[in-house]
């Protein structure tokens, strides 16, 4: 299956690709399903929540992304304050309505079942929905697995997938592996994000795949700016506070005066990263890019990029993003993206692996260089655990995608001062991530049960 641009970066909203935008999209999907089905009158729909979308599910707002999909809404196209709107008549009715189908009964608060025993044998994510007849018996069903950054399979679609390359035969740059795609730039003599254009194009037009680009850096700044201007506490009972417009603020006062330290650049990144994170705790419109719990990075990089570096430029921007996204694709293919499957190496450090890459790319560097910065990032990530706190994409999620914008900006650094020739290929270290996460105890998988999230301060 060969993974566009826009598959790696989604827009959605917060707080969580795989247990907010995947749940959602596996309930629109479901309500499709049973369209073609005879679906009787005086039916009912319940849903079952296994693994880390029961541990974590309510801090991620699981149910209610459950609820807002059966609603049949769409993460991209989601209006956060109608969805508010929608919610309150879906609790007080108990009714769905659909277009093609007739009143289904739900209610939110007692059909979302949260089934805190083994996860299913497919996935840490899994959900099951059943549509149920009157005596309570089951009409149809259906699993899903969500498997990070909002993709959502059935249990036939994975095995499938497992199956499939990375890029189908049809693209004229099928890159699998960080080698492949190396050997294939050095043949060509192109750049990585040239050959990652020429595989889009199978599909789409050079208008559609600019405006696309154009469109998806637009949502990461107004994220940013979004994120910058918006004080207050964040939702889920933690009471944290946002940060980033404080932060901002003291910045900007700063600016021009010698009082700054030369390493106050590390706080630009880092408070451009926690104003789209904190978005993102807060349920705002973001991009998965490839998670949400990880959206910060790459757009923090990017905007220092453009503001810090002169490149305000829209083939540079381009170059980023396309870049990003070859890394982000050779991650997900050959190990995981998920924070319940590997842990948030797959999530921070993937993101900071696809930054290092976009940054080094439109600096200058070659493919080489590029595939270089990848692994400095992704290596120093590796073993690193998801015990989010509460079970919210707040602690230690929002600072930690600071911390990996730091490193994506490093890496990319220092993969300039060498010729891209090292010791750890870029395939290796994937590879190690992803044996990592699968020997990774899964009380560090999204399931809040170890690390931070069991060792709390007393209030
Ligand atoms: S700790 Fe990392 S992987 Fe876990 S929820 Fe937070 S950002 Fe995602």
Same mark, same amino acid.
């Given at each position: ?23 959602? #999209?596996?309930?629109?999907?479901? $309500?499709?399903?049973?369209? =073609? ?25 699981? =149910? ?9 809404? $769409? ?29 289904? /009964? ?21 959900? &099951? ?8 018996? #089951?009409?149809?069903? @259906? ?14 679609? %994975?095995?499938?997938?497992? %199956?499939?390359?990375? !890029? ?5 740059f099928?890159f ?8 294939m730039a050095?043949?060509a003599?192109i750049s990585v994000?040239q050959m990652k254009?020429a595989n ?43 940060? !980033? ?14 009082? !700054? ?26 991009? /998965? ?26 083939? %540079? ?14 991650? %997900? ?13 797959? @999530? ?14 439109? $600096?200058?560097? &070659?493919?080489?260089?590029? @595939? ?26 929002? @600072?930690?995608?600071? *911390? ?35 020997? *990774? ?7 809040? $049960?170890?690390?931070? !999230? ?6």
């Open positions: 299956m060969f993974l566009s641009v826009f598959d790696v970066f989604k827009i959605g909203v917060g707080p969580s690709s795989s247990h907010t935008m995947g749940p959602m #999209t596996a309930a629109v999907r479901f $309500l499709a399903a049973i369209r =073609d089905q005879k679906v009787p009158f005086g039916t009912r729909i319940r849903v079952k929540l296994y693994g880390s979308l029961a541990f974590t599910g309510r801090g991620h707002a699981t =149910d209610r992304a459950v609820a807002l999909g059966l609603l049949g809404l $769409l993460p991209a196209d989601l209006d956060i304050d109608e969805a508010g709107f929608l919610l309150e008549d879906l609790q007080d009715g108990k009714t769905l309505r659909s277009p093609g189908l007739p009143p289904i /009964t739900f209610d939110p608060e007692t059909d979302v079942v949260f089934d805190y025993g083994d996860p299913l044998p497919g996935h840490a994510n899994g959900l &099951t929905f059943d549509l149920c007849g009157r005596a309570g018996e #089951t009409i149809f069903s @259906e699993t899903y697995y969500s498997i990070g950054g909002g993709f959502v399979v059935t249990a036939s679609e %994975k095995a499938l997938t497992t %199956k499939e390359s990375l !890029a189908a035969s049809d693209r004229p099928p699998h592996s960080a080698a492949s795609m190396l050997a050095s043949i003599g994000a254009r889009e194009l199978v599909s789409a037009t050079a208008r559609d795949l600019d405006d696309g680009l154009d469109r998806l850096w637009r949502v990461m700044d107004d994220c940013i700016e979004r994120g910058l201007r918006t004080s207050g506490e964040l939702p889920g009972g933690l009471k944290v506070k946002r940060r !980033a417009s404080a932060i901002y603020r003291q910045l900007l006062s700063e600016r021009g005066s010698n009082q !700054a330290h030369p390493h106050v650049v590390a706080d630009w990144l880092s408070v451009y990263a926690m104003a789209v994170n904190e978005e993102n705790a807060g349920g705002g419109r973001v991009v /998965t890019a490839p998670t949400n719990g990880a959206a910060g990075v790459v757009p923090a990089v990017l905007k220092y990029f453009i503001s810090h570096c002169g490149g305000d430029d829209r083939q %540079k921007i381009h170059e980023f993003l396309l870049t990003a996204a070859a890394i982000g694709g050779l991650i %997900k293919h050959n190990a995981s993206i998920s924070g319940a499957e590997a842990g948030c190496q797959g @999530e921070v450090g993937s993101a900071a692996a696809m930054a290092a890459a976009g940054l080094c790319a439109v $600096l200058g560097g &070659t493919p080489a260089q590029v @595939e270089n910065a990848a692994e400095i990032a992704l290596e120093h990530h590796l073993g690193l655990t998801c015990d989010p706190v509460a079970g919210l994409v707040q602690v230690p999620c929002i @600072e930690r995608n600071g *911390m990996g914008a730091m490193k994506a900006v490093s890496a990319a650094s220092l993969a300039l001062r060498g010729d891209g020739t090292h010791f750890m290929p870029l395939d290796n270290c994937i590879r190690a991530m992803r044996q990592t996460g699968e020997e *990774m105890n899964s009380k560090f998988k999204e399931t809040s $049960l170890g690390g931070l !999230a069991v060792n709390l301060p007393e209030c």
